[in-house]
């Protein structure tokens, strides 16, 4: 079983690897499955801005190439321990494949500040909406 510290852990471990060579702002994510293996991503920074790749999408990404599909939470840390929660982009990516009781776990420096994606996203747009269109 993975603790809620040591997701968080695993999230800070993932920030050291993160690329922001522009706003030197280090994220990282560490995103828990429902069978218990963990999925780690970190920031990476283009030039362009734009397509920068945000640490949360990293992880998921990572996790669903492994073949998973169901989360239980996610970790995210940044490299000022600031409590950063998902970007608004972010909250959306995670909404495509997370309950809305998903948790969503910030490290705060000395603690973890807990959310839900529907405390952070409510009433998000689902795969239902556009799914079951005819
Ligand atoms: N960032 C993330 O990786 N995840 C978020 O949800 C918040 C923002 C990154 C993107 C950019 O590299 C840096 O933080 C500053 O916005
Ligand atoms: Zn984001």
Redesign the pocket.
């Known amino acids: 079983m993975v603790t809620d510290e040591e997701l968080v852990a695993a999230a800070r471990e993932a920030c050291e690897r993160?690329y922001?060579p522009?706003?030197g702002?280090?994220?990282g994510?560490a995103l828990l499955t429902r069978d218990g293996s963990v999925f780690r991503?970190?920031?990476?920074?283009m030039v362009t801005f734009t397509n920068?790749?945000?640490?949360?999408?990293?992880a998921l990404g990572a996790a669903v190439v492994a073949g998973h599909r169901e989360f239980e939470a996610v970790a995210?840390a940044?490299g000022d321990r600031d409590g950063?929660?998902?970007?608004g982009?972010?909250?959306q990516t995670l909404a495509e494949l997370c309950e809305a009781g998903f948790r969503v776990l910030c490290d705060v420096g000395d603690g973890i500040e807990e959310w839900t994606l529907d405390d952070l996203l409510p009433g998000a747009m689902t795969g239902d909406e556009v799914a079951t269109r005819e």
């Open positions: 993160a922001a522009y706003s702002y280090d994220v994510a991503g970190c920031n990476v920074e920068t790749i945000h640490a949360e999408s990293a995210v940044s950063v929660t998902p970007c982009l972010c909250r």
